[in-house]
C-alpha cells in the first residue's frame, strides 16, 4: 500500500494538470500535428514522450533527496529540515494560488529555469519532428527540463524527505499524475484544452493544492504528521 505522502503529490500533478495542459498544451499538441495516422498509431509515441518526461522528474527528484541528506546531517545544529518543509508546503500555496488565477507568485521561478532550458532545448531539434517511439522518448527527456512552477513545488518536497529513494518515488508518483492529462492532451488536444482553460476547473484545482499546502504547514511541527509519513524523513 503506498504511503499517504506519495498519494498527496500524485493527487498534486493530477490537479495541477490544468497548469500542464496550459503551459505544455503546445508542445503536445505540435507533436500529434507532426505525426500521420489514426490516434492508435499516435499513443505510442505520445506515452514514450511522457515516460521521458517522468524519467526526468525522477532523476531529479533523487538528486534532490540525495542533496537533502547532507542537510540533514546538520538538523541538530539548525532545523533545515523543518525550514526546508515549510519552504515546501508555502511553495505548493503559492502554486495553488497561482492556478486559482489570484497571483503569478511561481512565474520569477519559471524564469529562472529558463536559463537552463534555453541551454537543453537545441537538443530537442535532433528528435524533431518525433515519429517513431525511439524519437519520442528521449525528446520527452528533454521536455522535462521545461520550467515549470509546478515541477519546481514538489521537487522542494523532493529535498526534505533526506532520501534519494524517496525523493525519487515522489517524482515519479507525481509524474504519474501528471500523465493522464498531458496523454489526452496529446491525442484530444482541442477538446481537452477546452476543458482545462475553464475558470472554475482552475479555481477548484488550485484550491485543493492550496489545500495540501495550508495543511502541511498547520502540521509543520510534526513534519506533516500523518499526511507525509513514510516519506519525510
Given at each position: ?19 500542464c495542459v496550459g503551459m ?52 541538530e545544529i539548525m532545523p ?24 503569478q507568485l511561481l512565474a ?126
Amino acid at each position: 500500500m503506498p504511503e499517504t505522502g506519495y498519494i498527496a503529490v500524485f493527487l498534486i500533478g493530477l490537479l495541477g494538470g490544468t497548469h500542464c495542459v496550459g503551459m505544455c498544451g503546445g508542445i503536445v499538441g505540435a507533436l500529434t500535428v507532426q505525426v500521420p495516422g489514426q490516434t492508435r498509431r499516435q499513443w505510442p509515441i505520445h506515452l514514450a514522450y511522457n515516460l521521458g518526461r517522468i524519467t526526468t522528474y525522477t532523476v531529479a527528484g533523487a538528486l534532490l533527496g540525495a542533496l537533502g541528506t547532507v542537510g540533514m546531517l546538520y538538523n541538530e545544529i539548525m532545523p533545515i529540515q523543518l525550514g526546508l518543509y515549510v519552504l515546501a508546503n508555502l511553495m505548493l500555496i503559492a502554486l495553488g494560488l497561482y492556478l486559482t488565477g489570484f497571483t503569478q507568485l511561481l512565474a520569477p521561478v519559471e524564469r529562472l529555469g529558463q536559463h537552463l532550458w534555453r541551454r537543453v532545448q537545441p537538443f530537442s531539434r535532433r528528435f524533431l519532428p518525433a515519429r517513431s517511439v525511439a524519437q519520442g522518448y528521449p525528446l520527452g527527456l528533454l521536455w522535462g527540463f521545461l520550467p515549470c512552477g509546478l515541477v519546481y513545488s514538489v521537487l522542494a518536497t523532493a529535498l526534505v524527505t533526506g532520501s534519494a529513494t524517496r525523493g525519487a518515488g515522489l517524482m515519479l508518483a507525481f509524474g504519474l499524475g501528471t500523465l493522464p492529462n498531458l496523454l489526452l492532451a496529446g491525442l484530444l488536444f482541442r477538446r481537452f484544452r477546452d476543458i482545462t482553460r475553464s475558470t472554475r476547473v482552475r479555481f477548484a484545482a488550485g484550491l485543493v493544492v492550496m489545500g495540501f499546502g495550508i495543511f502541511g504547514l498547520f502540521h509543520a511541527p510534526s513534519l506533516g504528521g500523518v499526511l507525509w509519513s513514510g516519506v519525510v524523513c
